[in-house]
């Protein structure tokens, strides 16, 4: 049983959503506002959080970022605003997902399980990773860089995962979405772009100057010891 907190204003979409989600065996909470919705996940630690843009009392994107400046709980946005402009800023702002209303309970529910699926590590899992001094361990779900613990969403980690068990080989963006975000039918690079972006940063390099991270235009990208192939 997986436990929700969803931040949701409208009583015409929470109340239903509540009650569809606990039929499929979710332990769910609601709250209406941001701050709320802050403090909520800050006492409770739920497992997930589906939040709304729209708050009354401050947007949604503003509660995302000051939740990934403590937390790195899986969030789902649930929203109206479908503009491209805006699902970058919610993923490259640390979303997990993005789902646009109107959708079913059922389709969010397979988006909740997906995300969950890639944040649960087996008991006894594969031994890690080193690629230069970057360390994955798939089975701790840890990630680091010259031994300073690397802060990654579990979409950042998958991805990085992903990369690091492919060292110095090209992975396309299509391999990515099937393999990273479970779309076998393919789905928006620009998703792909948007968490590079973000991973980037966070291994302090950027696409002009990379170290570990090299696109290969109109392949994909390739994760390899800094300095090789260069």
């Not at 890639?118 to 080193?130: H, I, K, M």
């Not at 990085?160 to 099937?178: M, P």
Request: hydrophobic share 45%.
């Amino acid at each position: 049983m997986a436990r929700l907190l969803l931040i949701e204003d409208d009583p015409a979409i929470r109340t239903p959503l509540l009650r569809a989600l606990r039929e499929r065996g979710h332990a769910v909470a609601a709250v209406q506002t941001a701050m709320t919705g802050l403090q909520r996940v800050l006492d409770d630690r739920p497992d997930l959080v589906v939040l709304d843009l729209g708050l009354p009392d401050l947007d949604g994107l503003e509660l995302l970022r000051m939740l990934r400046a403590v937390n790195t709980t899986p969030v789902i946005i649930a929203t109206a605003r479908d503009e491209e402009s805006e699902i970058i800023r919610g993923l490259d702002a640390g979303a997990d997902d993005y789902v646009v209303k109107p959708f079913t309970a059922a389709q969010l529910d397979a988006r909740i399980r997906a995300v969950l699926r890639r944040g649960v590590g087996p008991a006894s899992g594969p031994a890690p990773l080193t690629v230069g001094e970057l360390r994955v361990d798939p089975g701790a779900r840890q990630a680091s860089l010259s031994g300073v613990p690397l802060e990654l969403t579990p979409r950042e980690f998958d991805l990085l995962h992903h990369l690091a068990s492919r060292a110095g080989r090209v992975v396309s963006k299509r391999e990515l979405l099937t393999e990273v975000w479970q779309l076998p039918y393919g789905g928006a690079d620009k998703t792909v772009d948007v968490h590079l972006s973000w991973l980037r940063r966070k291994l302090g390099e950027t696409a002009q100057q990379p170290r570990y991270l090299h696109t290969v235009r109109g392949v994909g990208v390739r994760l390899d010891v800094p300095g090789a192939g260069s």
